[in-house]
């Protein structure tokens, strides 16, 4: 029903930048919020960034200045602008969308690696 196709992840040296992608095979602007999560080993999958229906903007506070999610509506498209890069960014990265009926799917997920 609802296909999440990431790219752009890989490997980049601190300091570095990387830009992910997410393509949406449904009206990305139709969606509640859409967004990016990241997930570690024996961590909980955590929030990054997301965008409301409304167009409001929310970050995690480890984000803040370094990252900007980007919705495109003519591509249906999600962007996330990863600048300034830490090692402690390292995880997979996944996007979703939280559909109006309060369900959330998710894509496969790209690995980012940061090296120090």
């Known amino acids: 029903q609802f296909r999440l196709v990431e790219s752009g992840g890989g490997s980049v040296q601190a300091g570095g930048s990387l830009t992910l992608s997410c393509t949406i095979n449904?009206?990305?602007?139709?969606?509640?919020?859409v967004g990016w999560s990241r997930e570690t080993p024996g961590k909980k999958r955590e929030l990054v960034a997301k965008i409301t229906k409304s167009g409001m903007n929310d970050y995690a506070d480890s984000a803040k200045g370094r990252f900007t999610i980007v919705r495109d509506n003519a591509k249906n498209t999600l962007l996330l602008q990863m600048n300034s890069l830490k090692p402690e960014d390292t995880a997979v990265y996944y996007c979703?969308?939280?559909?109006?009926?309060?369900?959330?799917?998710w894509g496969q997920g790209t690995q980012v690696t940061v090296s120090s």
């Open positions: 449904q009206k990305i602007y139709a969606f509640n919020a």
């Open positions: 979703f969308v939280d559909t109006t009926s309060g369900a959330r799917y």
